[in-house]
Protein backbone atom coordinates (compact mmCIF):
# COMPACT_ATOMS: atom_id res chain seq x y z
CA UNK A 1 0.00 0.00 0.00
CA UNK A 2 1.39 3.55 -1.00
CA UNK A 3 1.24 6.32 1.75
CA UNK A 4 0.02 9.88 0.24
CA UNK A 5 3.00 12.26 1.68
CA UNK A 6 1.08 15.44 0.93
CA UNK A 7 4.46 17.35 1.25
CA UNK A 8 5.69 15.32 -2.31
CA UNK A 9 2.27 15.86 -3.92
CA UNK A 10 1.72 19.47 -3.61
CA UNK A 11 5.43 20.55 -3.22
CA UNK A 12 4.35 24.22 -4.61
CA UNK A 13 2.25 24.17 -0.98
CA UNK A 14 4.97 23.25 1.09
CA UNK A 15 7.77 25.40 -0.92
CA UNK A 16 9.08 28.76 -1.18
CA UNK A 17 12.17 30.57 -2.25
CA UNK A 18 14.38 32.42 -0.23
CA UNK A 19 13.04 35.45 -1.93
CA UNK A 20 8.99 36.84 -1.94
CA UNK A 21 7.21 35.29 -4.77
CA UNK A 22 3.81 35.48 -5.86
CA UNK A 23 1.62 32.11 -5.95
CA UNK A 24 -1.90 30.88 -6.23
CA UNK A 25 -3.69 28.16 -4.29
CA UNK A 26 -6.96 26.86 -4.53
CA UNK A 27 -9.22 25.63 -1.71
CA UNK A 28 -7.72 23.19 0.51
CA UNK A 29 -9.19 21.04 4.00
CA UNK A 30 -7.89 21.65 7.18
CA UNK A 31 -8.75 20.31 10.86
CA UNK A 32 -8.35 23.48 12.87
CA UNK A 33 -8.44 24.97 16.64
CA UNK A 34 -8.65 27.92 16.93
CA UNK A 35 -7.23 30.05 20.69
CA UNK A 36 -5.92 32.94 22.35
CA UNK A 37 -2.79 32.98 23.84
CA UNK A 38 1.12 32.97 24.45
CA UNK A 39 2.37 30.13 21.69
CA UNK A 40 4.65 29.08 24.13
CA UNK A 41 2.03 28.74 26.90
CA UNK A 42 0.01 25.42 27.71
CA UNK A 43 -3.06 26.62 26.20
CA UNK A 44 -1.02 26.07 22.72
CA UNK A 45 0.61 23.16 23.56
CA UNK A 46 -2.60 21.44 24.37
CA UNK A 47 -4.56 22.95 20.95
CA UNK A 48 -1.19 21.17 19.39
CA UNK A 49 -1.61 17.92 21.13
CA UNK A 50 -5.28 17.97 20.41
CA UNK A 51 -5.02 18.91 16.44
CA UNK A 52 -1.91 16.14 15.91
CA UNK A 53 -4.36 13.37 18.00
CA UNK A 54 -7.16 13.80 16.08
CA UNK A 55 -5.08 13.69 13.08
CA UNK A 56 -3.50 10.24 13.93
CA UNK A 57 -7.13 9.00 14.45
CA UNK A 58 -8.27 10.47 11.10
CA UNK A 59 -4.70 8.43 9.53
CA UNK A 60 -5.92 5.44 11.02
CA UNK A 61 -9.70 4.95 9.79
CA UNK A 62 -7.98 6.05 6.50
CA UNK A 63 -5.29 3.03 6.82
CA UNK A 64 -7.87 0.56 7.49
CA UNK A 65 -9.40 1.05 4.11
CA UNK A 66 -5.56 1.26 2.28
CA UNK A 67 -5.86 5.04 1.93
CA UNK A 68 -3.15 5.90 4.52
CA UNK A 69 -1.31 9.06 4.23
CA UNK A 70 1.58 11.10 6.43
CA UNK A 71 0.24 13.71 9.17
CA UNK A 72 1.09 16.89 7.32
CA UNK A 73 2.88 19.78 8.95
CA UNK A 74 1.69 22.35 11.15
CA UNK A 75 0.27 25.42 10.20
CA UNK A 76 -1.12 28.47 12.00
CA UNK A 77 -2.94 31.61 11.00
CA UNK A 78 -2.22 34.58 13.36
CA UNK A 79 -3.80 37.73 13.85
CA UNK A 80 -4.30 40.75 16.64
CA UNK A 81 -7.98 42.70 17.44
CA UNK A 82 -7.61 45.84 15.38
CA UNK A 83 -6.55 46.31 12.30
CA UNK A 84 -4.07 48.95 13.41
CA UNK A 85 -2.28 47.30 15.91
CA UNK A 86 1.17 46.05 15.09
CA UNK A 87 0.70 42.19 16.04
CA UNK A 88 4.63 42.58 17.66
CA UNK A 89 3.97 45.14 19.85
CA UNK A 90 0.60 43.55 21.31
CA UNK A 91 1.59 41.44 24.48
CA UNK A 92 1.73 37.46 23.60
CA UNK A 93 -1.37 36.73 25.87
CA UNK A 94 -3.56 38.91 23.38
CA UNK A 95 -2.63 37.22 19.88
CA UNK A 96 -4.99 34.89 18.55
CA UNK A 97 -4.26 32.41 16.38
CA UNK A 98 -5.74 29.00 14.50
CA UNK A 99 -3.70 26.37 14.08
CA UNK A 100 -4.02 24.09 10.58
CA UNK A 101 -2.93 20.39 9.97
CA UNK A 102 -3.63 19.85 6.07
CA UNK A 103 -6.11 16.86 5.05
CA UNK A 104 -6.03 14.69 1.88
CA UNK A 105 -9.20 15.62 -0.84
CA UNK A 106 -10.26 11.84 -0.19
CA UNK A 107 -10.92 13.16 3.86
CA UNK A 108 -14.85 13.46 4.48
CA UNK A 109 -16.58 14.97 7.74
CA UNK A 110 -17.89 11.98 8.96
CA UNK A 111 -14.65 10.06 8.65
CA UNK A 112 -13.37 13.21 10.70
CA UNK A 113 -16.68 12.64 13.24
CA UNK A 114 -15.73 8.80 13.69
CA UNK A 115 -12.09 9.78 14.50
CA UNK A 116 -12.93 11.88 17.06
CA UNK A 117 -14.84 9.89 18.65
CA UNK A 118 -12.52 6.96 18.39
CA UNK A 119 -10.03 10.18 19.80
CA UNK A 120 -12.16 10.85 23.18
CA UNK A 121 -12.42 7.20 23.61
CA UNK A 122 -8.94 6.91 24.29
CA UNK A 123 -8.10 10.62 25.66
CA UNK A 124 -10.80 11.54 28.06
CA UNK A 125 -8.88 14.09 29.16
CA UNK A 126 -7.91 16.02 26.14
CA UNK A 127 -11.09 18.03 26.13
CA UNK A 128 -9.73 20.49 23.15
CA UNK A 129 -10.34 17.44 21.05
CA UNK A 130 -14.28 18.71 20.88
CA UNK A 131 -13.15 22.06 19.36
CA UNK A 132 -11.71 21.06 16.57
CA UNK A 133 -13.19 22.10 13.27
CA UNK A 134 -13.12 20.19 9.98
CA UNK A 135 -13.30 23.61 7.70
CA UNK A 136 -11.69 24.89 3.71
CA UNK A 137 -9.69 27.62 3.11
CA UNK A 138 -9.15 29.14 -0.12
CA UNK A 139 -6.39 31.75 -0.08
CA UNK A 140 -5.98 31.98 -3.86
CA UNK A 141 -3.07 34.91 -4.63
CA UNK A 142 -0.61 34.68 -2.12
CA UNK A 143 2.97 36.34 -1.63
CA UNK A 144 5.42 33.68 0.20
CA UNK A 145 8.76 33.31 1.20
CA UNK A 146 10.96 30.91 3.08
CA UNK A 147 12.62 32.18 6.43
CA UNK A 148 15.13 30.91 7.92
CA UNK A 149 16.48 31.32 11.34
CA UNK A 150 14.32 31.25 14.94
CA UNK A 151 10.79 32.71 14.93
CA UNK A 152 11.98 36.12 16.40
CA UNK A 153 13.69 37.68 13.41
CA UNK A 154 10.83 36.98 11.54
CA UNK A 155 10.08 40.98 11.06
CA UNK A 156 12.93 41.26 8.55
CA UNK A 157 11.47 38.71 6.41
CA UNK A 158 8.33 40.11 6.53
CA UNK A 159 10.05 43.90 5.62
CA UNK A 160 10.98 41.99 2.45
CA UNK A 161 7.40 40.80 1.59
CA UNK A 162 5.90 44.00 2.03
CA UNK A 163 8.71 46.02 0.01
CA UNK A 164 7.78 42.90 -2.84
CA UNK A 165 3.76 44.02 -2.03
CA UNK A 166 4.71 47.68 -2.83
CA UNK A 167 5.96 47.08 -5.98
CA UNK A 168 3.63 44.25 -6.84
CA UNK A 169 0.73 46.88 -6.34
CA UNK A 170 -0.40 44.03 -4.39
CA UNK A 171 -2.33 44.31 -0.21
CA UNK A 172 -2.48 42.16 2.10
CA UNK A 173 -5.79 40.58 1.74
CA UNK A 174 -6.12 37.90 4.66
CA UNK A 175 -4.37 36.53 7.69
CA UNK A 176 -0.62 36.06 8.58
CA UNK A 177 -0.36 32.36 7.62
CA UNK A 178 2.72 30.41 8.45
CA UNK A 179 4.14 26.79 7.57
CA UNK A 180 6.25 24.69 9.84
CA UNK A 181 8.48 22.75 8.07
CA UNK A 182 10.93 22.07 11.25
CA UNK A 183 10.44 20.52 14.37
CA UNK A 184 11.97 23.08 16.96
CA UNK A 185 12.39 20.50 19.12
CA UNK A 186 14.40 19.20 16.98
CA UNK A 187 16.71 21.24 15.02
CA UNK A 188 18.42 24.56 16.40
CA UNK A 189 16.81 27.74 15.84
CA UNK A 190 19.46 29.29 13.39
CA UNK A 191 18.41 26.69 10.99
CA UNK A 192 14.83 26.14 11.30
CA UNK A 193 12.55 26.63 8.10
CA UNK A 194 9.28 28.29 8.36
CA UNK A 195 6.92 29.15 5.05
CA UNK A 196 5.86 32.88 5.71
CA UNK A 197 2.81 33.61 3.61
CA UNK A 198 0.00 36.17 3.08
CA UNK A 199 -3.25 36.44 0.67
CA UNK A 200 -2.61 39.41 -1.74
CA UNK A 201 -5.16 41.31 -3.75
CA UNK A 202 -4.23 43.78 -6.42
CA UNK A 203 -4.08 47.39 -5.54
CA UNK A 204 -8.04 48.98 -6.24
CA UNK A 205 -9.60 45.70 -6.94
CA UNK A 206 -12.49 45.04 -4.58
CA UNK A 207 -12.81 41.50 -2.53
CA UNK A 208 -16.40 40.14 -2.69
Known amino acids: MEKLDLTKAYKAYYTAPTKPQLIDFGPVWYVTIQRTGDPNGEVFAYATEALYTLSYSIKGIYKMEEKDFTVAKLEGLWW??????????????QWRWKLLIRMPDYVTAEKVEEARVKAIGKKKELVLLSDIQFESLHEGSCVQMLHIGPYATEPETLRQMYQFMETSDVNISGLHHEIY?????????????TILRYPVKAVGVVKG
Open 80 to 93: VDGDSRNALEVPKE
Open 181 to 193: LSDPRKIEPSKMK
